[in-house]
Structures are given as C-alpha cells and as structure tokens.
C-alpha cells in the first residue's frame, strides 16, 4: 500500500514537471512578453540606425538608473534605444535634447551617447 501511494505520487509530480516545462518551453509566455522577445530579435538582425559619433536630436521617453548609479535618459532612434548620460538638472520626460553617440553595448541592440544640449 505504501509503495502504491510513493509510485502514484511520483507519477503525479512527473507529469506536473513536464507539463511545467513544456508551457515554460513552448510558448506558456504571455502575449506581451512574446511580442518584447520578437522586437529584441528583431533589433538583433538590423544595423543600428546610429552611428558611432552622430549628433541626434532625440526625446526622453524616460528615465533610469545605471548599475553605476548615475540617472540616464532613455530615448529612442527609430526605436533604437539610447541611453544619454552626463544629463544636467531640471530636465524632464518628453524634454528633447541632442545627444552624441559614444558605442554601442555588445550586441548593438542599444547604444550610449552623452548630453550635447537642449534642442
């Protein structure tokens, strides 16, 4: 009796395993973050509508912290994301500033440019 409990409980514990990792593996994603995973993708295979030394003209779209803890902008270049540090104070979201593009992060889906002035 006791062996027939382990071996059913064992049996129930694999099935929810594998049930588990398929979703995980085959698509058990929400829309959203399928949608977040094509667009990352998609930013892989294009070239950068940037390049090293431009001058844009750009909006924060926001704002966030780098690992450093230096605040930086976020903005976009035809959905080319670029993160502008070395920002003065009193800007804001929506703000529109030129920026300069310093590099690009290892698989050039984003870049680093730095505060040039306001626009």
Known sequence: MIWATAIALGVLATVLFASWLIRRFRGGRSSEQRESWERHREAQERDPPVEI???????????????????????????????????????????????????????????????VDRA
């Open 53 to 115: 030394g431009d001058v844009r003209t750009v909006a924060i779209e926001e704002f966030t912290t780098h690992h450093s803890g230096e605040r930086q902008a976020v903005c976009k270049v035809e959905g080319f994301v670029v993160f502008v540090e070395d920002l003065p104070g009193g800007l804001a979201e929506t703000d529109v500033i030129r920026a300069k593009i310093l590099s690009f992060n290892r698989g050039h889906t984003s870049a680093t440019a730095t505060f």
